[in-house]
């Protein structure tokens, strides 16, 4: 128990002599503040200070007075007095560690020079400072832009399969590719040409690659890809037990990555006639409406050779999905019906939300907008400026949704540390207690770089505040070979090691929808996804930006 109840005014007190007082601790100050059982941005060499009701028995100090650290081990403090010895002074020999929690208890095994035994113990918890140092050289926001696409994008580049050319899952997968990371990652290489990483030959020789691979080794289902793949045969890896055939989902993530590269890579030569030829027949060998399972209004997320529609999940919004339903619109062979959209995806409108949260409205979805990713997936290649359809005006929603994340990160309700407006974002990723959808009514503490990097086209300038503490200030923690790890959590000082292809794909395109619009303006020039958009009644504009 601490106690904590002195005026400044009670410093200037006469001091009680040794007499039949009560030993009660009057007031605790760390760095001259007080009032409180938890002292964040403590320094690492701070200066705690503990007044008494009367004069401390020095003999009983050492074995009363603890600071411990987050394992329990104990840390040499320095001992001083002052005002007659009723004020005792704690410093600790050496420098703590940065950003880490210590634990000072006081007991009763304390007395005084009458000896009286401390009458409340005390117990408080310091949390040190981050470093704020920067870890790298100041640039140009512009050439830090730059250098993290690069950085990120050797994850699809130096990391990529040796066979298949797909993606891996994560950068601990060996064989293991994904089918959407894959999309996401074609998507990256476009970006790579443009800023010169790579050539332009050489993007186009591994994009046909995949398609080779996709056509030629992979198993599908009615044209469909599983989740995950073995990048050497391609043959289905199982996401899990009954998940070992058609993923819908990621099916679409990989044709809108797809899709984008056949609407680049347009000169007439062999490479590049080859790889558009090869795309649009993957393209139209999907069966869409198969998946609507005995022709409901609703598309259906997965089917096994082994458990058939067993998963029974079907697609409906508001979520990442928003893709799907477009490209099951979109085909030239296999497309839905608009009642799909409307009854299946939109719920006939009751996906719809409508609620303010934090002085923004959220036309769809959950509550706080669910995890960033919803953000950020679809749109990769759909561009919501100025999308609309009856339920939402897409740009709202997406900057709505990444402004409401960003503001519940820098109020910080959990009081999680670290979180501010430097430091904010919060999506599906890893996290020192696994996996998760991470949101603001799923906060466990992990902010992810890809949530707030990826939302730079809605929040601008709060992504770029959070790109630079990212790389200046815990750049020594998460810039490594591919761009920023996955994911960390400063409350629990935990960093992650690895990468995923999910989150780094994002980053490279949405900071480059950012810059130029590349990919929006590719993708929404696609004639058959401006049919699809038609037909579901959206209103879109097809100009480059």
Not at 358 to 368: H, K
Request: charge should be negative; include cysteine.
């Amino acid at each position: 128990m601490l106690l904590i109840g002195c005026s400044d005014g009670e410093k200037n007190d006469p001091v009680p002599q040794p007499s039949d007082v009560p030993l009660t601790c009057q007031m605790l100050t760390v760095n001259g503040l007080s009032g409180t059982s938890q002292y964040k941005e403590v320094s690492r060499d701070p200066v705690i200070e503990l007044f008494f009701s009367t004069v401390v028995d020095h003999s009983t100090v050492s074995q009363a007075i603890k600071l411990t650290d987050k394992d329990n081990r104990p840390i040499t403090l320095t001992f001083s007095y002052g005002k007659n010895d009723s004020l005792l002074v704690l410093r600790p020999t050496g420098l703590l560690d940065w950003l880490s929690k210590y634990t000072l208890t006081v007991s009763s095994d304390l007395r005084s020079q009458s000896g009286y035994s401390l009458a409340m113990p005390v117990s408080i918890s310091l949390i040190t400072a981050l470093d704020s140092t920067d870890k790298y050289s100041i640039v140009a926001d512009e050439e830090l832009l730059t250098l993290v696409q690069k950085q990120t994008f050797r994850y699809f580049w130096d990391f990529g399969h040796p066979v298949s050319g797909m993606a891996r899952e994560r950068s601990t997968s060996g064989d293991v590719v994904t089918t959407g990371g894959t999309g996401f990652g074609i998507m990256a290489m476009l970006v790579a040409v443009e800023r010169g990483f790579i050539a332009r030959a050489e993007a186009a020789d591994r994009v046909l690659t995949i398609a080779r691979f996709l056509k030629n080794d992979c198993t599908s289902y009615h044209g469909a890809f599983a989740h995950w793949i073995n990048g050497a045969t391609g043959k289905t890896q199982p996401f899990s037990e009954k998940d070992n055939g058609a993923d819908l989902v990621e099916t679409s993530f990989l044709f809108q990555g797809l899709l984008t590269a056949r609407q680049y890579f347009t000169e007439n030569h062999a490479t590049e006639s080859e790889l558009r030829s090869l795309i649009s027949e993957l393209w139209e060998a999907v069966e869409w409406n198969w998946f609507c399972r005995d022709n409901e209004d609703v598309l259906y997320w997965h089917w096994s050779p082994d458990y058939g529609w067993a998963m029974n999940h079907q697609i409906r919004g508001w979520n990442e999905c928003l893709i799907t339903y477009v490209m099951a619109a979109s085909s030239p062979t296999y497309p839905i019906d608009k009642k799909v959209y409307d009854q299946g995806w939109a719920r006939n409108g009751a996906m719809k939300n409508g609620g303010i949260y934090y002085g923004y409205t959220l036309p769809l979805g959950e509550a706080y907008g669910g995890p960033l990713f919803f953000t950020h997936y679809s749109f990769l290649g759909l561009n919501p400026k100025g999308l609309k359809d009856k339920y939402a005006d897409y740009w709202e929603q997406n900057a709505s949704h990444a402004s409401m994340n960003y503001e519940y990160c820098r109020r910080n309700p959990s009081g999680n540390y670290g979180y501010s407006n430097d430091c904010w974002g919060l999506t599906a990723s890893d996290g020192n207690g696994g996996y998760s959808a991470h949101s603001p009514t799923n906060d466990k503490g992990v902010i992810a770089p890809t949530a707030a990097l990826s939302s730079m086209p809605y929040t601008p300038e709060e992504s770029m505040v959070a790109l630079r503490f990212f790389y200046y200030k815990l750049g020594d923690k998460l810039w490594k070979d591919y761009g920023f790890v996955d994911a960390f959590n400063l409350t629990a000082k935990w960093y992650d090691s690895q990468f995923l292809a999910i989150d780094q794909g994002p980053i490279i395109v949405m900071i480059e929808n950012y810059r130029t619009g590349l990919l929006w303006n590719l993708f929404m020039d696609c004639p058959e996804i401006q049919a699809g958009l038609s037909k579901l009644e959206f209103e879109y504009s097809n100009c480059n930006l």
